[in-house]
């Protein structure tokens, strides 16, 4: 979940020096996908409170969030292959669903991607507005709502 934060070519580099013959460097991400009420409600808070900044695109209308992940899968894969070391990685994808409570799903906010770099107001504006969305949305019953996921997955075999 955190392999976008490493150089890909040095991050391979280090992960097939490190691997046996034979072993699997397998990097991965979880993508969420809100019920599309939710989706248009928090894409509107998203693309306000975090205008010019990446997390703008946030629950962008028009993909899933699996596709977002795609890039990150692209450049992982690209390093393996400059780096060398590697056979061709394989892509894989996983769904599974998920129930949330509502402060489940605020607990997690703050720990997605650079939250923590945005000023102290913006992250009250972006919490308070998730918990406005979540508290008057049509897909929030009894306090729980039901998350689409996808684990996308890029793993390449060290080679012998």
């Given amino acids: 979940m955190t392999w976008h934060w490493v150089d890909p070519v040095a991050g391979a580099v280090q992960a097939a020096r ?4 034979g072993g699997v460097l397998a990097v991965f991400w979880h993508a969420a996908d809100l019920p599309p009420t939710l989706r248009a409600a928090m894409h509107e ?8 900044t990446p997390g703008a695109a946030m ?15 692209d450049r992982a894969g690209s390093g393996l292959e400059e780096a060398g070391g590697f056979a061709g990685p394989e ?3 996983y769904a599974w669903q998920r ?9 997690q906010v703050p720990t997605s991607g650079g939250f923590a770099r945005l000023p102290e107001a913006v992250q009250h504006a972006v919490l308070d507005g998730v918990r406005s969305v979540l508290s008057h949305d049509e ?6 709502f039901t998350v689409d996921h996808t684990t996308v997955l890029l793993a390449a075999r060290r080679r012998f």
């Avoid at 490190?18 to 013959?21: P, T």
């Fill in 59 to 73: 629950y962008a209308p028009g993909r899933t969030a699996a596709d977002g992940y795609e890039v990150m899968l």
């Fill in 139 to 144: 897909a929030v019953v009894d306090g729980t």
């Fill in 45 to 52: 808070l998203y693309s306000g409170a975090l205008a010019g």
């Fill in 99 to 107: 129930r949330y409570g509502v402060d489940e799903w605020l607990d």
């Fill in 91 to 93: 892509r894989w994808r």
């Fill in 18 to 21: 490190v691997l046996r013959e």
